[in-house]
């Protein structure tokens, strides 16, 4: 069966850190990339950054970049978002998913990633909440 696992949402204050983990079973991460999005209180699911299988190149969305970083440690089958310096407006339901073109986050129809229709397995979502 395949599933994908969020951890490590938590309350938080701003300007602090978390890092979520994106763990996977029933297959093998390192076939693809996988993408992280947000849903936040009120609004429309939205992308946050994507990291291709093979090279690991990376991509972020504005209100995030400088500030998140992802990887993956194919070993442990898992990815990770390393969220520093959280605001307020980073609150949300965290989702990973797996999927991408031939394992590139980019491709026909994408060139701003991550975009959903490139993702068909998810996970159930971690809550980040960052207090002001």
């Known amino acids: 069966q395949v599933q994908l696992v969020e951890s490590g949402g938590d309350l938080v204050q701003s300007g602090g850190s978390l890092i979520l983990s994106c763990a996977a079973s029933?297959?093998?991460?390192?076939?693809?990339?996988i993408g992280w999005f947000r849903r936040a209180p009120g609004k429309e699911r939205e992308g946050v950054s994507c990291i291709n299988s093979s090279d690991g190149r990376n991509y972020f969305k504005d209100p995030v970049k400088g500030r998140f970083t992802i990887s993956r440690d194919n070993a442990k089958n898992t990815v990770y978002l390393q969220m520093n310096s959280l605001k307020p407006e980073d609150t949300a339901v965290y989702y990973c998913?797996?999927?991408?073109?031939?394992?590139?986050?980019?491709?026909?129809?994408?060139?701003?990633?991550?975009?959903?229709?490139?993702?068909?397995?998810w996970g159930q979502g971690t809550q980040v909440t960052v207090s002001s």
């Open positions: 029933g297959f093998t991460l390192d076939h693809y990339a």
């Open positions: 998913a797996a999927g991408g073109s031939s394992g590139y986050c980019t491709g026909y129809g994408c060139y701003d990633p991550p975009c959903e229709s490139f993702f068909n397995d």
